[in-house]
Structure formats: structure tokens, C-alpha cells
């Protein structure tokens, strides 16, 4: 059974940071693109970041957040520095099988098979 658990969120005040980690399991995924999303209460979940063959950003986080993986620990990282209260958000991260080396799909939720059950950032301002 493929699980995907994220963990790492909490209360920052703006400005700080937080790492997010998501473990991997029920197989591998090194063919696979990983992403992170969020979704602000009130709000449709948004892309933020992802990797496969290469990265991919929303504009909103270029420059503060990093996404990063360790196959061997089958994890997905999201490094989240300068933090704004407007990043406060649930942050899911996700599995997408056939996106590995489609670049402009990375944005896309649909395209993704494996979904995380949510990490809550709240930032403080």
C-alpha cells in the first residue's frame, strides 16, 4: 500500500523557517516527479514546488523555498525559508508516475497518482 506522510509543520513567527518532510512507502519512486501543494482556508490548493528531472517553483516561493529528495530515504523535502503569512496553508506533497520528465506538468494536480494527507504551516505575523 503506497503511503505518502508528511510531517515538519507548526507555528513560525514571519520570517522563519521550517523544513517539510514527506516519507515515501509501499514502493519506490525514483521514476517519479515529487510536489508539494497548499491550500489556504478559503482557497483552491495551489501548486508549489516539484521535482523529477528537473525543479519547478511557483513564483510566490522562488527564492525562499527548496524542494529536494533522498531516494535512498525514499523522502521529499521542502526547505521553506523568509516565510510570509501568507504561506500559511495545509501543504500536501504528491506521487505522479508519468510526469518525470514533463517539466510543464509539474503544475498540474491531476497528473499526479499518490497524495499526502497534509501538513498545517501557520505564520505568524
Known amino acids: 500500500q503506497v503511503q505518502l506522510v508528511e510531517s515538519g509543520g507548526g507555528l513560525v513567527q514571519a520570517g522563519g523557517s521550517l523544513r517539510l518532510s514527506c516519507a515515501a512507502s509501499?514502493?519506490?519512486?525514483?521514476?517519479?516527479?515529487m510536489g508539494w501543494f497548499r491550500q489556504a482556508p478559503g482557497k483552491e490548493r495551489e501548486f508549489v514546488a516539484a521535482?523529477?528531472?528537473?525543479?519547478a517553483y511557483v513564483g510566490s516561493v522562488k527564492g525562499r523555498f527548496t524542494i529536494s529528495g533522498d531516494n535512498a530515504k525514499n523522502t521529499l523535502y521542502l526547505q521553506m525559508n523568509s516565510l510570509k503569512p501568507e504561506d500559511t496553508a495545509v501543504y500536501y506533497c504528491?506521487?505522479?508516475?508519468?510526469?518525470?520528465?514533463?517539466?510543464?506538468?509539474?503544475?498540474?494536480?491531476?497528473?499526479?497518482?499518490?497524495w499526502g494527507q497534509g501538513t498545517q504551516v501557520t505564520v505568524s505575523s
Open positions: 504528491a506521487a505522479g508516475s508519468s510526469i518525470y520528465y514533463s517539466g510543464r506538468s509539474y503544475s498540474q494536480q491531476g497528473k499526479y497518482d499518490y
Open positions: 509501499g514502493r519506490t519512486f525514483n521514476n517519479y516527479a
Open positions: 521535482i523529477g528531472s528537473g525543479t
